[in-house]
T-cell receptor
Framework: NAGVTQTPKFRVLKTGQSMTLLCAQD?????MYWYRQDPGMGLRLIHY???????AKGEVPDGYNVSRLKKQNFLLGLESAAPSQTSVYFC??????????FGPGTRLTVT | SQELEQSPQSLIVQEGKNLTINCTSS?????LYWYKQKYGEGLIFLMM?????EEKSHEKITAKLDEKKQQSSLHITASQPSHAGIYLC???????????????FGQGTILTVHP
């Protein structure tokens, strides 16, 4: 099993550009999450999904959109990137009421 | 909203020494998760605690949740360089797991172990 994978691993964007981060899991987990990690601030939840076709806002959803068309995939989109979105993005998945498994992260820089 | 405060923010120890990291919550903890992160990598699950007074161990790492369920501690015995990394606590803010796993995380504790 590959677990949770994220693509790309690194990306540099210019302000105003758009991009999509892909998260895939092969553990048949119902729940999936997108977090961002910034120095001194821990992990903050952006959006999450409790099943195929469902998404919901987390703590810091502004500037991001998500989609979960297939159970194994969770996409995070930035429509118009801003320097404040420079961060490390982590995807995670889990069964209900169990621990979350994390991907290796995507390091995004917006100039 | 629930806030988690970890202490210390960073810790430098000599190999072989014992150490403790604390995670204090502003509200009752219904599920407390400990994760370890190596620089540039994702988080690795260590342990989950749910009941007041609960204690779990894995190899040389022991985690406890106090009776009042507002603080957890992570204790490492005879530390090794392989223990180095960032330790994060994450909390489920609702009873019965009705938060859909939306965890609140502490800011992390950076552990350095000198050989």
């Amino acid at each position: 099993n590959a677990g949770v994978t994220q693509t790309p691993k690194f990306r540099v964007l210019k302000t105003g550009q758009s991009m999509t981060l892909l998260c895939a899991q092969d553990m048949n987990h119902e729940y999936m999450y997108w977090y961002r990690q910034d120095p001194g601030m821990g992990l903050r939840l952006i959006h999450y999904s409790v099943g195929e076709g469902t998404t919901a806002k987390g703590e810091v959803p502004d500037g991001y959109n998500v989609s979960r068309l297939k159970k194994q995939n969770f996409l995070l989109g930035l429509e118009s990137a801003a320097p404040s979105q420079t961060s490390v993005y982590f995807c995670a998945s889990s069964y209900p009421h169990y621990e979350q498994y994390f991907g290796p992260g995507t390091r995004l820089t917006v100039t | 909203s629930q806030e988690l405060e970890q202490s210390p923010q960073s810790l430098i120890v000599q190999e072989g020494k014992n150490l403790t990291i604390n995670c204090t919550s502003s509200k009752t903890l219904y599920g407390l998760y400990w994760y370890k992160q190596k620089y540039g990598e994702g988080l690795i699950f260590l342990m989950m605690l749910q009941k007041g007074g609960e204690e779990k161990s894995h190899e040389k790492i022991t985690a406890k949740l106090d009776e009042k369920k507002q603080q957890s501690s992570l204790h490492i015995t005879a530390s090794q360089p392989s223990h180095a990394g960032i330790y994060l606590c994450g909390a489920d803010p609702t009873a019965g797991g009705t938060s859909y796993g939306k965890l609140t995380f502490g800011q992390g504790t950076i552990l350095t172990v000198h050989p």
